[in-house]
């Protein structure tokens, strides 16, 4: 039983716009959440986070929106650049696994930004 | 700047051979995790450890043994190679918290292991 979904294996957007990756979650107890960005042939980098006390965190140009009464997390990206091709995982973590913080990460989603 | 350096990054076994996989971290992070990655799905836990000399089992550690004996070092080990533990395997590894926000995890480029 997947607890962390990604439905969108793959999403093409042209450079400049916007970029919309979704996530759902299906555990209750998640308080913490991530998307990670992985090239070919190297490891998922992090890229942003947001905690369950909050519906929204920006960085630059990602945004991640959390909410909790649809178990639904998204990752916006404006404007989207080519460089932003890459494969986004996203992860949860519930206070419940203890200081280690174990992540359930989803299937990823393939971006593709072209030119 | 190593960050998570994982060795080797590419291996070929036969069914039944042995190996050990290396994870090294210089960030001096107490946390460090296991991950394998298989087509189409995402990162699954295999073992973890939240401090030199413990380790715990996470989502899929069936096959594997780990261990840590120096803080900066994690090691992966398959006893008896099977073809179902031809994957990616992931090292990563987080600060403790600080009451603070939550330290993400900071992953290695992975290691390529095809098992025939």
């Known amino acids: 039983d997947q607890q962390v979904k990604q439905n969108s294996p793959s999403l093409s957007v042209q450079e400049g716009r916007i970029s919309i990756l979704n996530c759902d979650y299906t555990?209750?107890?998640?308080?913490?959440f991530l998307w990670y960005k992985k090239y070919p042939a190297e490891g998922p980098t992090f890229l942003i986070s947001i905690s369950s006390i909050k519906d929204k965190n920006e960085d630059g140009r990602f945004t991640v929106f959390l909410n909790k009464s649809a178990k639904h997390l998204s990752l916006h990206i404006v404007p989207s650049q080519p460089g932003d091709s890459a494969v986004y995982f996203c992860a949860a973590s519930a206070r419940s696994s203890g200081s280690a913080r174990q992540l359930t990460f989803g299937s990823g989603t393939q971006l593709t930004v072209l030119p | 700047n190593a960050g998570v350096t994982q060795t080797p990054k590419f291996r070929v076994l036969k069914t039944g051979q042995s190996m050990t996989l290396l994870c090294a971290q210089d960030m001096n992070h107490e946390y460090m995790y296991w991950y394998r990655q298989d087509p189409g799905m995402g990162l699954r836990l295999i073992h973890y450890?939240?401090?030199?000399?413990?380790?715990a089992k996470g989502e899929v550690p069936d096959g594997y043994n780990v261990s840590r004996l120096k803080k900066q070092n994690f090691l992966l080990g398959l006893e008896s190679a099977a073809p179902s533990q031809t994957s990616v395997y992931f090292c990563a590894s987080r600060q403790t918290g600080t009451g603070g926000p939550i330290s993400p995890q900071h992953f290695g480029d992975g290691t390529r292991l095809s098992i025939l």
């Open positions: 555990n209750s107890m998640f308080d913490y």
């Open positions: 450890s939240v401090g030199e000399g413990t380790t």
